[in-house]
């Protein structure tokens, strides 16, 4: 009995501590090229947890670990929805491809507290509408007040009320309540930076009272910027007129990247948390310079602050993880030699040494990217490096029999090694080299050492992809053809003119 007992307690131990979220569900009318994603809505730079297929019937399922407690971003067919998870949830959405995500229900384990959320969204809402934000922020400081204390207290008061009826956690509760918080801040920075020209008094400042009414508001700091965004959005609405000042006076020359100037310009903010000063440098960081156009110089000094400068692991692993998945492995370290599956049945190995260098393709037949418009392209890359350069073409699908389908429809007649990766986007190699829906159809060189040979490419047309296919195989490829050109400049007179007929 006592043994019995105790692997009881066992289990539920595991249960309770458990991150997995499992999902399933079914939206009429689905289309099986449409894709499922949730993603973490609170942090910084976070990717897709979980990318699901759809099938013929609008049926789905999957599960993805749950980093935290809270707010999930649901996307389908580029529309998006908030959904409250907790791990160890079982988690059922079910509702129609036509109206999401206007209507869907959440039933299972996130029942109550996405019931709530729903219904306290419409009490807000309703009353939200009957404000008049250009009325309120143009009231003398005294009136303004007054009337945030009672748009504050009403509101709480329809969070508790919806909070009766539907019986959530207490924790989604206070995210509603903190959101409210962080919302009326925002109003209250607006009227802040809107004062001046309303009062047509420049040298207008905000009372204690304002002040007092702020520091009330934002009394829990810290759970404010682990779990809502609008919060950061505040502080930097605080920070733009002093933040703009500095990066004039600090950036003659133009060219220095908005993440260098910003952490200059915290190292000034004696009156910022570190953890506010993570957030913050984060955004600016994952919002203006960490993407595929950034220059090898400028990555390595965002990895230079994100180093130096960010203290908080989770943040600090997330801007990590958000530059693996854009720029890709570096150039020199092995190929992944995750498990790859031949038409055939046999197995492939990208790390394997070759007697000539090879481009690698990443795709699914789900992806909007790659269709029959754009294979004619690949057709004449194949043809033209063909005799120097092996070709990888590596399908992403969920299923193998989709592979075999996908390959023999779009790859027919283009000469390379089709293989699968098992498994799809949660593969080994999805993972090994950071490959998410966004970033497919997607290229990279590998050496006929079994080495990265090239940072991920997009576009096959890339000047700069040429020249690697060009360096790695000793060919040279053509450049554009003249009626090209021509064509363009006989297209420009008609572009320049445009204004002139207005």
């Known amino acids: 009995m006592n043994k019995f007992f105790l692997m009881l307690l066992i289990a539920f131990v595991a249960m309770s501590c458990s991150k997995k979220v499992e999902v399933s569900g079914n939206f009429a009318g689905g289309s099986p090229l449409e894709r499922i994603e949730f993603i973490e809505a609170s942090g910084v730079a976070t990717l897709p947890l979980i990318n699901m297929g759809v099938d013929a019937k609008g049926n789905f399922s999957g599960s993805f670990e749950a980093p935290k407690d809270g707010m999930y971003i649901m996307t389908y067919a580029g529309k998006q929805a908030m959904i409250y998870l907790k791990g160890g949830q079982k988690v059922n959405i079910s509702g129609s491809a036509q109206s999401f995500p206007a209507q869907f229900t959440v039933a299972g384990d996130a ?15 309703g009353y939200a509408a009957k404000i008049n934000v250009g009325e309120l922020v143009s009231k003398d400081e005294p009136a303004f007040l007054k009337e945030i204390e009672k748009i504050s207290n009403d509101l709480n ?15 989604v509760v206070q995210w509603k309540k903190d959101e409210l918080n962080a919302s009326v801040l925002g109003l209250m920075n607006q009227y802040e930076m809107n004062r001046p020209m309303v009062s047509q008094n420049p040298n207008f400042k905000v009372s204690k009272n304002f002040t007092d009414v702020e520091a009330k508001l934002k009394k829990d700091e810290d759970r404010l910027l682990k779990n809502q965004p609008i919060y950061r959005n505040y502080l930097l609405g605080k920070l733009s007129k002093d933040f703009q000042a500095f990066a004039e006076a600090n950036n003659k020359s133009g060219t220095e990247i908005s993440s260098v ?13 570190q953890l506010a000063k993570d957030y913050l440098l984060a955004f600016v960081m994952s919002n203006s310079d960490i993407n595929p156009s950034t220059s090898a110089a400028d990555a390595a000094k965002l ?27 570096k150039i020199g370290e092995a190929a992944p030699n995750a498990k790859l599956i031949k038409a055939d049945g046999g197995d492939f190995n990208l790390s394997a040494a070759t007697e000539k260098p090879k481009l690698v393709m ?27 350069m092996d070709f990888v073409f590596v399908n992403l699908d969920d299923t193998k029999d989709q592979f075999t389908k996908t390959s023999s429809a779009l790859l027919q007649g283009i000469p390379g090694t089709n293989v699968y990766a098992e498994n799809g986007m949660n593969s080994q190699i999805a993972k090994d080299l950071g490959i998410y829906g966004f970033k497919m159809p997607s290229y990279v060189a590998v050496g006929k050492d079994g080495k990265i040979a090239s940072k991920f490419f997009y576009n096959l047309g890339d000047p700069e992809l040429v020249t690697v296919l060009d360096n790695l195989t000793g060919l040279k490829a053509p450049t554009a053809a003249p009626q090209a050109t021509l064509q363009n400049e006989l297209l ?10 207005k």
């Open 261 to 273: 100037l910003f952490s200059k310009f915290l190292d000034t903010k004696k009156d910022l948390s």
């Open 157 to 171: 008061e329809k969070i508790e009320t919806a909070a009766k009826s539907t019986s959530p956690d207490s924790e």
């Open 111 to 125: 029942k109550n507290n996405n019931q709530y959320l729903k219904e306290v969204q419409k009490l807000i809402e």
């Open 303 to 329: 990895t230079k602050i994100i180093d130096e400068k960010i203290k908080d692991k989770e943040i600090k692993e997330d801007l990590k993880r958000i530059q693996f998945v854009i720029s890709g492995p």
């Open 362 to 388: 990443f795709y699914a037949s789900w992806n909007p990217y790659i269709s029959e418009s754009n294979i004619p392209v690949l057709r004449e890359v194949v043809k033209f490096y063909q005799p120097k």
């Open 492 to 501: 420009a007179p008609e572009t320049q003119s445009a204004p002139e007929t």
